[in-house]
């Protein structure tokens, strides 16, 4: 059942829609733990990116980001928006630049 959840996730993650990310992310057969809706824009930034990372990786044989991946994905993002609560910030933007390399436009 994994896999199913792994390609729906995939496919949302190019789509770029971070609504539609969100609704994968939450499917019982993902069992991806500590997804908040309200992080929704930011766990698409980091699932695209950690995507791009690895499609770009000359020595990854998969396209596709795997549960385990995701999972760690998610967790980053969380600790971003911790981070950005902690420290009084409204608007990731530095720490997306900081941590991806990149500041979303979406």
């Not at 789509?15 to 939450?26: C, D």
């Not at 044989?61 to 600790?79: F, G, M, R, T, Y």
Request: charge should be negative; proline fraction near 4%.
């Amino acid at each position: 059942m994994g896999f199913v959840a792994v390609g729906y996730i995939n496919e949302a993650i190019d789509e770029g829609n971070p609504l539609r990310t969100l609704e994968t992310l939450l499917l019982p057969t993902a069992n991806i733990s500590d997804v908040d809706p309200a992080h929704a824009q930011h766990y698409q930034d980091v699932l695209y990116h950690a995507k791009s990372q690895k499609l770009g990786d000359p020595e990854s044989v998969s396209k596709v980001l795997w549960l385990d991946e995701i999972q760690q994905a998610v967790d980053e993002a969380n600790v971003d928006e911790d981070r950005a609560k902690q420290y009084g910030l409204f608007n990731l933007g530095s720490i997306c630049e900081k941590h991806l390399g990149f500041i979303s436009l979406a």
